[in-house]
């Protein structure tokens, strides 16, 4: 599918075209993932994790996750699952976000939130720029910024119901080769004070899809850039492998 947006064409031409990602069904990555949100919400930090986004639905599964064996999956909006090698089902959550609204969850989180939470997330930073062109998802050209981000072209991300992401309206920011640099968002189950900037660096080739290796998440005030610190997520992308003819993990 590719879109009407001129910009967005470009934008999707820089990161390996339209054409190489619709031949290609997921990307298997090794990750690894650090940060103060890990410590607040009293999770271990991921170490050269192996996980599969899926490119054509919201689907991801992290491999031999949480433990050797088992297989931790985010299959749409509506269910989080943990598996073990045979494929039995260990533990499982209907409509996992909704359990976020609970008290606890501001002090701690269990396997399945953390699941929901890191899957739907990575899924979208796998996935992106491309994700832009999914059905229901809305793209608009915003004017030009003030300041040190006047050089870069914003778009605003308006998201369906039926893709699970951080929250529904979205700013992105991408440089003058059209590669993405930055995005802005709420994190809305970690609480809607949660306002992030996303910054994206470390650019690489793999086999065709140009994608950032190294990623840091830092507090954002609203009309102000994002402060120096807590780094709240620093993620690494150590290996990233285009994948075709993928039925399961």
């Not at 609204?101 to 491309?130: H, K, M, Q, V």
Request: proline residues 6%; hydrophobic residues 40%; aromatic residues 12%.
């Amino acid at each position: 599918m590719s879109s009407s947006l001129p910009i967005l064409n470009r934008i999707l031409a820089a990161h390996g075209g339209i054409d190489t990602w619709n031949s290609i069904e997921a990307i298997d990555a090794v990750i690894s993932a650090s940060g103060f949100l890990f410590t607040a919400k009293q999770r271990p930090v991921l170490d050269h994790v192996r996980m599969r986004a899926w490119t054509r639905e919201p689907r991801f599964a992290f491999i031999d996750f949480p433990r050797a064996g088992q297989t931790a999956e985010i299959i749409g909006t509506n269910e989080v699952r943990i598996s073990d090698a045979q494929g039995s089902v260990l533990s499982r959550r209907e409509n996992p976000r909704d359990v976020f609204r609970s008290l606890r969850r501001l002090f701690s989180w269990d396997e399945l939130d953390f699941i929901y939470f890191a899957g739907y997330a990575t899924w979208n930073y796998l996935t992106t720029p491309f994700l832009l062109t999914f059905p229901g998802v809305m793209v608009t050209e915003l004017g030009l910024a003030k300041g040190s981000l006047a050089s870069f072209t914003r778009l605003q991300i308006t998201f369906p119901e039926s893709i699970p992401t951080h929250c529904r309206q979205q700013i992105f920011y991408f440089d003058g080769q059209h590669l993405l640099r930055r995005l802005d968002y709420t994190a809305e189950v970690v609480g809607g004070w949660a306002h992030a900037a996303h910054l994206c660096d470390g650019y690489r080739s793999f086999d065709g899809i140009n994608a950032p290796t190294e990623r840091r998440v830092l507090p954002l005030f609203f009309g102000r850039g994002p402060l120096p610190g807590p780094t709240l997520v620093a993620i690494n992308v150590h290996e990233f492998r285009p994948k075709a003819g993928v039925t399961a993990a």
